[in-house]
């Protein structure tokens, strides 16, 4: 498959064969290129209880985060674990949507990390309670992240009630308490730590030990 080992991917524009076909292949929501939303690669093993299973409850009042999608008020690790597309165009004719997965300079040009690679598997989070400044987010990201810190700084947890709760990729779910704001916000602008919105979100460790499963 294409997969080749990986979990599946947070983000995927087109179709498998035509990356521009209008499709937009998250891993909760799937929006076909008409405006119908469907579940996602992950949602899709929810067998039918996809409101139930991934709705997180402290997110139920909030708008959706992105694209329109209904919330789940949940993030996935793509800063190691799952690979993300960058968005297509018009020079993409002839691609899949696989074709346009990001290489990162943190995996050294990877995509993504194998299920294979995870051997921190106990202390890696895999999903969490997403949260930014005015809303939730559905993309985890990690303060050691080599790239875009503006993007980083977007992608951290909510701790409604000073908790947030972490699924990890061993399978065991935990609620931490203390939100960490990250190793570079004493250099960043105001603009890009006001997206995090600390204490009422953070990170779940200072520098990437908490998303990096090597």
């Not at 179709?15 to 521009?20: E, I, K, R, V």
């Amino acid at each position: 498959t294409a997969s080749e080992g990986h979990l599946p991917p947070a983000l995927l524009y087109g179709s498998d064969t035509d990356a521009l076909s209008g499709d937009i292949r998250a891993w909760d929501w799937w929006k076909l290129a008409d405006g119908r939303v469907q579940p996602g690669p992950l949602w899709a093993y929810a067998e039918g209880g996809e409101r139930l299973v991934l709705e997180c409850p402290t997110a139920r009042l909030a708008e959706a985060s992105w694209d329109g999608d209904p919330v789940t008020g949940y993030n996935y690790n793509v800063a190691f674990v799952a690979g993300e597309a960058r968005l297509p165009h018009a020079g993409d004719a002839g691609l899949g949507a696989w074709d346009l997965l990001v290489p990162k300079a943190n995996l050294q040009g990877g995509i993504a990390l194998r299920l294979s690679q995870c051997r921190q598997s106990g202390t890696t989070a895999l999903f969490g309670t997403g949260g930014r400044r005015g809303g939730v987010n559905k993309f985890m990201r990690s303060p050691g992240d080599v790239g875009s810190l503006d993007m980083a700084y977007a992608g951290g947890q909510s701790f409604p009630a000073g908790v947030t709760n972490v699924a990890w990729i061993d399978g065991h779910v935990s609620s931490l308490r203390q939100p960490y704001k990250g190793e570079h916000w004493d250099m960043l602008p105001d603009w890009v730590t006001d997206s995090l919105d600390w204490p009422s979100n953070g990170f779940l460790s200072e520098k990437s030990e908490a998303y990096d499963p090597r």
